[in-house]
């Protein structure tokens, strides 16, 4: 049995989710909408509304990253972000200077954008690049064009940002292993010291699953997706970007400090449209649609959905399929202190099975996936849900 004994956290961050899009990606199952006709200044004062409402009752909280997401954070107009940015630093307890991020799509960077982003503090920009192939990037629906990549980041530079990521998406339909490799070589080619490579995964209710299910998505082979991760972990080695989560490289010390927050399995506020958190234990979930969020908001009430306070059971099993994303994998001596027992205690047959399989590995501090088990990360995690008896270590 677990001991139920009181788990200890320790680093909050905070989500701000901005739904609004120019256009709606063939693959992209966030919470989004179209920017036209939505009520985007409302929007703006009510998710700061939102912010002012839970501080209140928070006692002493700091902030260590703050990230902005999508949605496209940057439709929003130049007066629409500096209201969104100065509303933010009068009410969020965060320190200037610490990491914040801001997403943003090639194309929508112009000078004053980013100016008013750098003027506010922030100081990471996350770009969704996807590929360096026109084509594929008009059949992926995305409305932005390689010039663009190039633009946007020539303009963030000037503007004086230095910690820029961009992301990669592999397994695209129609694309081939010389196609991704070219991808890989024009992105590393900007030398900038963070990049993201994720293989498509086909969601519920997007086009590109419904395509699949019509037999109409020409997709790489499971060999090709695998030569292409390999390709990407290759080629970032090569160029001295660090491997340090499954689908993340980086040069040392500008690793994403607040998606390792959400790896460490640590607290997070989550504000705007259908954005999710999690604070003492309890998982939450905003209303989605732009109405239903608002309509609480305006009677100065939060816009929750629903919240489950999780058992000691599922935190834990969150614990480890997080942090095995983490190329440094899950910390024995810190797993025993949040949780007051020993990871061993709780999975000692799994681990000899995984390790017997050579997917994990153990070392004096820590609990990692082997090289094979990234690429089978998924049935590694599998491996840990408590809740199926037949898994459970007695």
């Known amino acids: 049995m677990l001991d139920q004994r009181k788990v200890k956290d320790n680093s ?10 120019e256009h709606i990606c063939f693959y992209c199952d966030f919470n989004k909408v179209f920017l036209e006709g939505q009520p985007v200044d409302e929007y703006v004062d009510l998710l700061l509304r939102e912010m002012q409402l839970t501080m209140a009752q928070q006692k002493n909280e700091k902030i260590e990253t703050i990230y902005v997401g999508g949605g496209t954070p940057t439709t929003l107009n130049e007066q629409q972000l500096d209201r969104l940015l100065t509303g933010m630093k009068e009410i969020l307890p965060f320190q200037l200077g610490n990491e914040f991020t801001f997403e943003a799509n090639p194309g929508d960077l112009s000078v004053e954008k980013l100016k008013v982003l750098h003027d506010h503090g922030v100081n990471r920009l ?6 360096f192939n026109d084509d594929l990037l008009k059949k992926i629906g995305r409305i932005h064009r390689v010039s663009d990549v190039y633009q946007s980041i020539a303009n963030a530079r000037q503007v004086g940002f230095e910690n820029i990521s961009i992301d990669l998406i592999y397994r695209l339909p129609g694309q081939t292993e010389a196609d991704f490799q070219d991808s890989l070589e024009k992105a590393l080619a900007l030398d900038l010291p963070h990049y993201s490579t994720y293989s498509l995964i086909l969601e519920n209710k997007t086009i590109f699953y419904n395509l699949m299910r019509q037999g109409k998505l020409p997709l790489p082979t499971e060999d090709a997706e695998a030569n292409m991760y390999q390709m990407a972990i290759d080629q970032m080695a090569a160029k001295g970007r660090k491997q ?10 500008f690793e994403s400090q607040h998606n390792l927050i959400y790896w460490k399995n640590e607290k997070y506020y989550g504000f705007g449209a259908g954005a999710h958190g999690y604070l003492e234990g309890h998982r939450y979930q905003n209303n989605g649609p732009i109405q239903h969020y608002l309509k609480p908001l305006r009677e100065n009430k939060l816009p929750i959905l629903r919240s489950q ?7 834990v099993e969150e614990e480890l399929f997080l942090g095995l994303r983490k190329l440094q994998g899950v910390n024995i001596a810190h797993f025993f202190d949040k949780f007051q027992q020993s990871i061993f205690s709780i999975y000692g047959e799994i681990i000899n099975e995984l390790v017997a399989d050579g997917l994990v590995e153990v070392t004096e501090e820590w609990l990692r996936l082997t090289p094979r088990g990234k690429f089978l990360g998924n049935e590694v995690f599998q491996a840990f849900l408590l809740s199926d008896g037949d898994q459970k270590n007695k």
Do not use: D, R, W
Not at 12 to 21: E, G, K, N, S, V
Not at 126 to 131: F, H, I, L, N
Not at 244 to 253: D, K, M, V
């Open 309 to 315: 306070e999780l058992s000691l059971e599922e935190k």
């Open 126 to 131: 996350s770009m969704g690049v996807q590929s």
């Open 12 to 21: 909050t961050a905070a989500y701000i989710h901005i739904p609004f899009c």
């Open 244 to 253: 340090y989560e499954i689908s993340n490289y980086a040069l040392p010390g």
